[in-house]
């Protein structure tokens, strides 16, 4: 039997990732988020419409998607809860500065993704940037030989929780590359 609750949001299960911004006021910066979706050569980000990442992705319609680690927890818990303050430097992060969007990569992330704003939909209070990934980014160590990427050598954090309680959580090393459904399916 389910029952009816009541929370104003619930997080199920999205990887955290880092977003590399430029700042009109700080030159740089980044947030943490967990708001997003890829398909294809697109990728849908949320952020609060209030927040200083809406106003500077309006203003640059660029960013990074950097997706990290558990080894970057630290940062990454640090990056979401301080706001309008610059980050990158007080964090002690290590960037880069992409040459395609001007926004940081960060040196730590073993994914980033290069994006360029096709348009922002802003609705109670979010705005959904809709946004061209004109780039993927991969350190070497998650690549073969073809250039292809290893999945069972990356491990995000995936940030799950309601307005109750937030809980991160971490791919373990199993890997079934459609296997066990091909076999169900048989």
């Given at each position: 039997m389910k029952q009816s609750f009541k929370t104003n949001k619930l997080y199920y299960g999205f990887p955290v990732f880092i977003l590399g911004y430029q700042d009109q006021n700080f030159g740089y910066n980044i947030t943490t988020c967990s708001s997003?979706?890829?398909?294809?050569?697109?990728?849908?980000?949320?952020?609060v419409a209030r927040e200083n990442v809406a106003e500077q992705i309006k203003h640059y319609q660029k960013f990074?998607?950097?997706?990290?680690?558990?080894?970057?927890?630290?940062?990454?818990?640090?990056?979401?809860?301080?706001s309008h303050q610059e980050k990158l430097e007080r964090l002690g992060v290590h960037y880069e500065i992409?040459?395609?969007?001007?926004?940081?990569?960060?040196?730590?992330?073993?994914?980033v993704l290069d994006c360029q704003v096709d348009r922002i939909i802003e609705e109670d209070g979010i705005c959904h940037i809709f946004a061209k990934i004109i780039e993927r980014l991969a350190d070497t160590d998650f690549l073969d030989e073809k250039g292809h990427f290893k999945n069972d050598r990356f491990s995000p954090t995936y940030f799950m929780g309601d307005g109750h309680q937030r809980v991160y959580r971490y791919l373990d090393d199993r890997v079934d590359p459609m296997g066990s459904v091909i076999k169900k399916a048989r």
């Open positions: 997003s979706y890829s398909l294809g050569d697109w990728i849908v980000v949320g952020v990074t998607v950097n997706i990290p680690d558990e080894n970057l927890m630290l940062e990454m818990e640090q990056a979401g809860f301080i992409s040459e395609r969007t001007q926004a940081p990569i960060l040196e730590d992330c073993p994914i």
